[in-house]
């Protein structure tokens, strides 16, 4: 007999939902959750299709974990604190190994990231999760993408390209040194969201955003939204010792600037502020606008496959 969807929520997902700010959790018609005054509620969603997001053959725990710490990722981005999340799972068949495992990964980021599970939706159809997250922050002090000043120093967290790294070993399209293969896998599978960094940037950082698409990419939106310009140096970007390794040192940079996936946060501070511990700056902010990188032209001719 296939488990009932009911019997799936209760099973696998209603577990979850205890935490500070919900007044009422998974079983009702809605969650009930609590905002601290003078907060707003911050809000976000994303989703991750199998085969698209993750590969197809991806351990379920992983796609759990990974599911939400996309999401946090969002609200360490905006320096919110985290109250609760919602999961929708479109899934092809009721696998009980499957539900199990994925649920596993869900607890581990509830604890991880204190996002109690206190809704959802459970659909049939094929693989899909949607993960909607609900932070706090106090009124008028969250980190925006559009507050960055020409002088203001561009700093990252953590190291970039790690995640396109595992990606293209998961891929076969690099072999990596045994020592780092692991590494190089859970910083794809299992990335980092970086709340407690967001909440000690809020009032201090003048612009933040996560590493979603590819640093380029991303300090291109906080260059649109605050009307400057970002000028990254290539010298100053920080690698794990797994990029550094790799024989063909163009492509870890590459990695580092355009690879998607690391959930790092890029972020802009006044010159006359240090910067936070695990943070790397990277490069300053001018007038005028867009990116710049030393290395932006021979990477657009030298390769082309993201
Ligand atoms: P409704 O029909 O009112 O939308 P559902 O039958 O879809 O309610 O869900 C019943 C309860 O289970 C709701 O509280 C809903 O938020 C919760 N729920 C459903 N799917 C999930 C899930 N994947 N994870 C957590 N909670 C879920
Ligand atoms: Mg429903």
């Known amino acids: 007999m296939p488990l009932s969807e009911f019997s799936i929520i209760s099973r696998y997902f209603s577990s979850l939902g205890r935490g500070e700010a919900v007044d009422l959790g998974v079983g009702d018609d809605c969650a009930l959750l609590r905002l601290p005054p003078d907060h707003r509620l911050a809000t976000s969603m994303d989703t991750l ?120 070993f998961l891929q076969d399209r690099w072999q990596p040194a045994p020592e780092h293969a692991d590494y190089l896998l859970n910083r794809f599978y299992r990335p980092t969201a970086r709340l407690g960094l967001g909440m000690e940037l809020l009032g201090q950082a003048t612009a933040a955003i996560d590493v979603s698409d590819g640093l380029l990419a991303d300090a291109g939106h906080i260059a649109a939204a605050s009307g400057v310009k970002l000028n990254i140096e290539s010298g100053l970007l920080p690698l794990s010792p797994a990029l550094i390794s790799h024989s063909h040192f163009a492509e870890s940079l590459e990695w580092a600037l355009c690879g998607g996936d690391d959930y790092e946060l890029c972020f802009t501070l006044p010159a006359d502020l240090s910067a936070p511990q695990g943070c790397t700056r990277i490069g300053e902010v001018t007038r005028g606008s867009g990116v710049s990188c030393d290395l932006e032209v021979d990477i657009a001719t030298g390769y082309r496959h993201f």
Not at 64 to 88: E, F
Not at 119 to 132: C, E, F, K, M, S
Not at 150 to 168: E, F, K
């Open 49 to 168: 299709v199998s085969g698209v997001h993750f590969p197809k053959d991806a351990f379920p725990e992983n796609i759990g974990y990974r599911a939400v710490a996309v999401a946090a990722s969002d609200l360490a981005a905006m320096g919110a604190s985290p109250l609760a999340m919602t999961v929708a799972l479109t899934t092809p068949d009721a696998d009980e190994f499957w539900l199990n495992t994925f649920s596993q990964g869900l607890s581990i980021a509830v604890s991880q990231y204190q996002l109690p599970l206190v809704g959802g939706d459970t659909t049939r159809g094929p693989l899909a999760i949607t993960v909607q997250v609900f932070g706090a922050v106090p009124k008028d002090v969250a980190l925006l993408r559009g507050g960055a000043l020409d002088g203001d120093m561009i700093y990252v967290s953590g190291t970039l390209g790690d995640a396109a790294g595992g990606l293209a």
